[in-house]
């Protein structure tokens, strides 16, 4: 097959920092290969953000009309990403944005609908990833390992910094990947406390000191035991850290410096020798990679800005590209599920 895929790629992560929108073509040669040819992130207004973050205590059908409007609001970016870079593409490949995600319970929710965002745009458009691989009893999550696997193969780990930490690990030509713990989420939130949007390069966090009790209180949650595959979401967050974090009468200062070092303790617990790519929001925090580098036996490597960036959006559009393939795209050795699948709903236009 040599066969050329232009395509957008599109993901609003937990952190909720906006919508990265990708250009990127892949080729298949004797491997995949891509090019990322334009990328941006678009900001939210604090009304979209509101809406996001509180969608969830909503009834069914507000969240079934935001999820139409939020699949209109993305087709419009998209449109306009399009009409600003002068580009073509074929398809769009779109995760939406998480409302909820519960495995145990079979229940998956990614808002922005592929039928309004093809609509929109008049281009074909795939969405839909997690649905498939819950209904055969896996994770949902991660979804990136595949595009770990066959785009970024060089490296024995890959690590995102995002609203949660996930890592993907290559064994031969097999990999396994899981969720680690909350990173901007919590971080994010902790911030807002103190009137900041987010802790920028962890200044904040540098300055306080790590609790004890509290560090070690968030460290043996049992999360952390189990073995791989499992994810986390944002009520896992709501469960397990809130009540811990409000029981401490600790500043807030304090308490970001505390969280950032249980942070890096959990992700160099998996990190051992060998290199490891780094990409995300996070990668930007200078005192949590600081940290995360202390605890961690592996060669960290931070690639080119809009990898760090984009790398997300532009493993949404590949995809994609799988899925119109009809090559298996969400492998059971990552998510646990029966067996691997080609996920992803397409509305062609």
Request: aromatic share 10%; charged share 30%.
């Amino acid at each position: 097959m040599n066969k050329e895929y232009h395509i957008i790629g599109v993901m609003s992560g937990t952190s909720l920092d906006g919508l990265d929108i990708v250009k990127c073509t892949f080729k298949k040669e004797k491997k995949w290969s891509f090019q990322l040819e334009n990328s941006e992130t678009i900001k939210y207004s604090k009304k979209w953000r509101n809406t996001l973050k509180s969608l969830h205590l909503k009834d069914e059908n507000e969240i079934k009309d935001i999820d139409k409007l939020y699949g209109k609001f993305i087709g419009e970016k998209v449109n306009g990403f399009i009409k600003k870079h002068n580009i073509h593409a074929n398809y769009i490949s779109s995760h939406g944005h998480t409302i909820f995600h519960d495995p145990v319970n079979q229940f998956t929710l990614q808002i922005g609908d592929g039928e309004v965002i093809s609509e929109v745009t008049k281009i074909t458009t795939i969405n839909n990833f997690r649905e498939l691989d819950i209904s055969l009893n896996g994770q949902g999550a991660p979804l990136v390992p595949i595009g770990d696997l066959l785009l970024f193969s060089d490296y024995k780990y890959c690590l995102n910094l995002g609203g949660f930490a996930n890592i993907s690990e290559k064994k031969k030509n097999k990999i396994i990947a899981f969720d680690v713990c909350a990173v901007n989420f919590m971080l994010n939130k902790l911030s807002n406390r103190i009137n900041l949007e987010y802790d920028k390069n962890g200044d904040e966090s540098r300055k306080g000191r790590v609790k004890q009790d509290l560090i070690e209180e968030l460290n043996s949650l049992d999360f952390f035991e189990k073995e791989a595959p499992k994810s986390l979401s944002r009520e896992w967050v709501e469960d397990e850290i809130y009540p811990i974090i409000d029981k401490y009468n600790y500043s807030i200062i304090d308490i970001l410096s505390t969280f950032t070092e249980h942070i890096a303790i959990q992700i160099g617990r998996h990190l051992q020798n060998e290199t490891v790519l780094v990409t995300g929001g996070g990668t930007f925090n200078k005192f949590l990679m600081e940290r995360i580098e202390l605890h961690s036996e592996s060669e960290i490597i931070l690639p080119k800005c809009d990898i760090i960036n984009f790398k997300e959006a532009i493993i949404f559009g590949f995809l994609g590209v799988l899925k119109l393939e009809n090559i298996d795209n969400c492998l059971s050795s990552v998510t646990g599920s029966k067996k691997d699948s080609c996920s992803g709903d397409i509305y062609k236009k």
